[in-house]
């Protein structure tokens, strides 16, 4: 056989097992079927909900202190009830409150469905003051509350049942990776080894690195960059996300942009960008380039003595809502073992600082001090010093350790001042002096009670990556991102995850 026959031979061969590996990705993930299913049913909840909540603004309004109420719903009362719940949906769809892309994604679809509620509101106020709506005000101050908890109540349910679809590889966003080996095998780390909305099916490199049958840890080579656009709509990808090439200049990525408009299919650029959260990201657009700013992260000025009035008024809520188990928790541990009721313990706080952290006594008297335990090998990661087994422990502190209960009289370090509800770990002095100058920017804002190391894992957490969590808390933060993170922290304490 001559030598053009076998390049033949080896071309269709070759071409053979790239159709298989498009046939074999098309055929386990079908994209873009999910999105428009899971947007309706969003729709339609939030629509049910933000119903009832003008129903029972209404139902409050006639009940007039007695009950059964003294009159039955009007017309122009159903009208209300009518407008109300077809109008907010609306305004959350414009805020982009069912965009794809916020879908179980941090605090933004939070934030978006709130910021709508908040304009829409604002609307209809200014809307009962010029047309003198009889009762409308009244109806809007009972409404909106009701029907911004019910929404976001909702919305965590939803994001909990796409969370758990997501962890079994259902439900995510289909992406044809475009790029260097190095590059496409780093963003396929990033979205396929980790839980994200995200998954790569597939990838596609320069020529002299895009051998269709082999896989970049896991994921198929599909061909090379010319082909992104046309392979993209044969597997079905919802997106094509550039990770950088020599080839793929600006006339390159506008070209690949326009080829893949008339399939649907949309186009991303990886930035390389470590931890660095939305909101501190701006593009903007000059002339024939796009400039992407990322705001430095800020320590000081109106956000964070925002911070400090919403961390004193919750401690302060929450005190008084949980001082009974207060009270119980601290005779518990009076009888159950000798010692006083309290364990007061150093550590490290904004700036350096060190403060007097209040805990639960959990271990019997002079815990901290028997070496014999505290040189032993351990299960912490990194500087810390953790046991699954730590036999100073008592019998009461393992239950109060397991339900984070040890942890509540640090509501009063709070109020005073020295810590925040959300925040890094309170360190000990001795880790802050093994602290390397990446460590040590978890020291620019307050510790906190909880914070993303408790809800990523807790005690589970290698070091590397409760650093990682802290550090990118302490430039990041957001008020809503907050309010997630308590929320999420009910969830991982009430089912004592990764605690001893």
């Not at 939030?46 to 009940?63: K, S």
């Not at 002095?429 to 190391?453: C, H």
Request: aromatic residues 8%; glycine residues 8%; contains cysteine.
């Amino acid at each position: 056989m001559s030598f053009t026959g076998v390049q033949q031979r080896t071309r269709r061969a070759l071409a053979a097992v790239r159709a298989a590996r498009l046939r074999e990705v098309r055929a386990t993930f079908r994209a873009g079927s999910w999105q428009a299913a899971y947007r309706r049913r969003l729709m339609v909840t939030d629509g049910a909900l933000v119903a009832l909540a003008t129903f029972l603004a209404v139902m409050v309004n006639n009940l007039g202190g007695v009950w059964p109420p003294a009159h039955a719903i009007r017309a122009d009362q159903m009208v209300f009830v009518v407008v109300v719940a077809a109008v907010w949906p609306v305004s959350i769809a414009l805020s982009r409150g069912y965009d794809v892309r916020v879908f179980a994604s941090g605090p933004r679809e939070f934030e978006r469905v709130f910021n709508a509620t908040l304009r829409l509101f604002a609307l209809l106020a200014l809307g009962a003051f010029l047309l003198s709506w009889p009762g409308l005000r009244s109806y809007l101050v009972v409404a909106f509350p009701v029907g911004l908890v019910l929404l976001l109540v909702g919305r965590w349910q939803w994001r909990g049942w796409l969370q758990r679809r997501r962890a079994r590889g259902e439900s995510t966003t289909a992406v044809l990776a475009v790029g260097l080996r190095a590059q496409t095998e780093r963003l396929v780390r990033e979205l396929n080894e980790r839980p994200s909305g995200y998954r790569v099916v597939g990838v596609c490199s320069p020529p002299a690195e895009a051998r269709p049958g082999e896989e970049v840890l896991g994921v198929p080579v599909l061909g090379d960059l010319d082909g992104a656009a046309t392979i993209a709509a044969q597997v079905g990808a919802d997106c094509v996300a550039v990770a950088g090439s020599d080839r793929m200049t600006a006339e390159a990525v506008r070209r690949l942009g326009w080829e893949l408009e008339p399939v649907g299919v949309d186009l991303m650029l990886m930035a390389e960008l470590a931890d660095v959260a939305g909101p501190r990201i701006t593009v903007t657009p000059e002339q024939s380039v796009s400039l992407l700013h990322v705001d430095a992260p800020r320590f000081v000025g109106p956000k964070y003595v925002a911070k400090t009035l919403m961390d004193w008024t919750g401690a302060a809520l929450i005190t008084a809502v949980v001082l009974p188990v207060l009270v119980v928790v601290a005779l518990v541990v009076a009888v159950t073992s000798a010692g006083p009721v309290f364990y007061s313990q150093d550590r490290v706080g904004r700036g350096g600082h060190t403060f007097r952290m209040l805990k639960f006594r959990t271990m019997r008297v002079g815990a901290d001090r028997e070496d014999a335990v505290l040189h032993a090998d351990h299960d912490g990661a990194g500087v810390l010093f953790k046991r699954r087994d730590d036999p100073r422990v008592t019998r009461a502190g393992r239950v109060l350790r397991r339900y984070s209960l040890d942890e509540l009289p640090q509501l009063f370090n709070v109020l005073a001042g020295q810590m925040s509800l959300v925040g890094p770990r309170p360190p000990l002095p001795q880790e802050v002096t093994r602290y390397e100058a990446r460590m040590r920017r978890r020291l620019l804002v307050k510790p906190g009670i909880t914070g993303l190391w408790q809800v990523g894992g807790r005690s589970d957490l290698s070091w590397e990556e409760a650093v990682r969590l802290d550090v990118y808390y302490a430039e990041n933060w957001t008020p809503f991102g907050d309010l997630l993170i308590l929320a999420r922290t009910a969830k991982v304490v009430l089912g004592a995850q990764g605690a001893y």
